[in-house]
C-alpha cells in the first residue's frame, strides 16, 4: 500500500461547486423575476415568456449535468454512483453559470444545442481554455449571425428610456444578463464564497480593482460617466464567477493576481472592439495563458 | 497560523479517560541497529533494564526473561530489521535498582546529558547557550492524544523536571505549549504552575500541523528568539528526563494511542519497547472491522505498515486501526490549496509534475494530502515514491 493520507477533509468538487451554486441561488431568484414574472405579470411576456428564465438557467445546469452522465458511463464506463459522477467535473455549474450570463432574448434552441457540444467537447479537452467564455462567444457571434443580433435589453427595459442611478444598479435595475444583475446579491455571494474558501479571491479582487480603476481614469479623460462602465455587461459577475473557474485560472497566489490583473487589462482593451465579449476574450486569452502565468511568477 | 487547519470537521476521535496498561507481552523484540553487537547469548536470562546490545549507544531490556535468538522476520516503518527476541519470565526482575540519588535540581549540565545519553532519554541536540526552552505539549497528529495523556497523568512531574531543565541548562525563558481545546490539561496545569513563576504556559490553537517542531518554533517564537537559540523538548522527552534524573533507569515503556475507526474504544496504553504490534492488538483492541489495515504515527502524517510484525519503538506515537478508504483520485482542479496552505511554503502541485525539484524543504505533514479536492495523494510524490501513477 501506498503512504497516503488516512483522513480527507470533507471538500470536494461536489462541495465548492454546490456551495458556489447556492450562494448564487438569490441572483438567480431575482432574475426569474425580473425578466419572467415581472415581464409576464405587466403583460410583456406570454406563459412561455414567464419560465424562459427558468428552463435557460436550469436547462443549463441539466446540460452540465446531462453531459457528465453520458461522459462518464458512455465513454468512461464508469461504476461510480451517480451523485459522484453528477459532480465527477464542475460541468453543472458551468451550464448554470451561463445560464445566467445569457440573454433573455437568446434563441433557446441555439443556446442548448452549442451549451451541450460545448461543455461535451470540454470534456476531451481537459484544462485548456475556459470553457464560460468560449461557449458565450460562440453563442453571441451565431446568435448575431443567425438571428439578427444579441441584446440583453428584455422587452419591459426596452419599451422605456431609462436612467439608471448608482442604487439602480446595486438592487438590480441594470441590463445585463438573466441573473447577473443584482449587484448587493452578487456582493453577498462574493463573501459567502471567501468566507468558505471556495473562489480565487484574489482573481476576482484584483480584476474588479483594475476594470474600475481603468474605466475610472478613461472616464475623467473622456467624460464617459463611470458608473455605467463597471455596471453594464455584467462585468462584476463575470470577474467574480467565470474570471475564477477553479480549473482554468492561475493557482498560486503571485499567479492568481497576476492572471486578475491581466483580465482586467485585456477587458478594458477589448471594451473598446466589443464592449459584451470583452470580458470573455479577456478570460479566454488569460486562461490560455494560466499555466505560463503560474510557472513564470513562481520561478525565483 | 493562517496556513493551517482545523481538523475538527472530521470525526473526532475520542479516547478513554484513563492510560490502560499492556505491559506483559509474551516476547519482546529488540532491534539491533546496524554496527551494533548483541553482549547477551541465546538462553541466557536478562534481567529489566539490563544492557544486552551495545554499539555507540547501550540499548536496555524492557523485561526480564530468556533470550531466544536473533530473528530478521521483523519490521520497523516496513524496513526488515534483525531483533533480539526476548521471552518474557513476568517477574520484572532488576539487576540493581538505582533509586532516587538526589534532587533533580541538583544536577549539573554535564551529569545531566551524560545521563540522558547513557539512558537514552531522548535525540535532542541540546544547543550551547540558547536562551528559550520550549515544551511542545502538542499532539503531532490530530488523531493523538498521547501527549495529552501525558500532560493530563504527570503534569507535576513535568513541571518539576522544566524548572529543573531551567536552571541546569541556564536558558532565560520557557515557555510550556498546550492545546487550548485541552480543557482539563489547562486546568491541570495552570493550577499546577504557579509553584514555578519562571515557566510560561501558552495555549496553541487547536490547529494543524502546529505539532510539528519546526512549525510550533515559528509560531510561537519571535524572529530575535529563534535566532538566540532553542532548545525544544515534547512533553514525552521531558517525562523521559523526570525518569532517567530520578531514578536512574533507562526508557523501557511509552504512552502509545491506540485508535482508529476499526476498532471499538480508542485508548491510549503503556506499553513495554520491543513489543509487536500483532501482540498489542490481539491484547488490546476490540475490533468491529476485520478489514482493517494498520498506520502508525498519526492519520495524516503517517505510515501505513505492510505487516503486522512490526515492533514499537521508541518513535511510535500513535497506532490506527483504519478501514479502507475508497476516495478516488481525480484530476487536479487548480484549486491552489495545497499551495496555499502549504506550512513551509511549497508548492506541491508543482513538485509532482516536476520530479527533480527541489522537495527537501518539506515536512512531511501531509496537509496537501488531506485538502486536496480532488483526492490527489501529493505525500508519495513529495517522499519520493515516483512509482506512483501520474
Redesign the interface.
Known sequence: MKNNVYVRSNRSIQTISLTRMVLLLPMIIYGIYKNGIYLYMHHYCGVMGLFKPIIIIFGGALIGALVNIIYEYIFKHSKDSLLSILFSSFHIEYGLIIGCLMSININVYLYFIILFIGLFISKFVKNRVNIMALIFIIIYILQSKMFGGFSYINAYESSKVFSYEFMDYMIGRGVGGIATTHIILLIIALFGMYVTNNNKNHISLVSILTIILLFAFYSIYSNHPFIPLIFAYNYLFICSYVATDFVTSCYTVKGTILYGSIVGILLFGFYFLNPILAPYIAILIASVLNNLIDRKVNKS | MNNM?S?N??KSISVEKKVRDFLNPDYVYIPIPYGYSIIVKTEDHVFKEQVIIKGDKCIYSPVSGKVIGVTDSMHIHNANINCLIIENDFEERVENRHGVSKYINDFKKEEMLELIDKYQACDINFRENAKTLLINGIDKDP?ERTRSFIINSYSDKLLETIDALLTILDVQETIFTINNSDTLNVVNVSNNIGTYPNIKLKLIPDIYPLGFPSILIKNVLSKREINDGVIMLNVEDVYNIYNVLKRKKPITEKLVTVSGNAIESPLVVNVKIGTSMADLIKNVCKVCDDNY?V?ING??????L?SLSSVITSSTRSI?L?TK?N??E??C?????C??KCPVHL?P??LREHKNADKSKCIHC?LC???????I?F??YL?G?ES?EK
Open positions: 487547519i481538523v470537521d472530521y488523531f489495515f498506520v492519520l495524516i502524517a503517517g505510515i501505513s505492510k490506527f483504519s478508504d476516495s478516488k481525480s484530476l482542479i487548480n484549486c491552489g490549496l499551495n496555499s508548492n502541485k508543482y501531509g494530502t488531506y485538502l486536496c479536492p480532488s483526492k495523494n505525500k508519495t517522499e515514491d506512483h
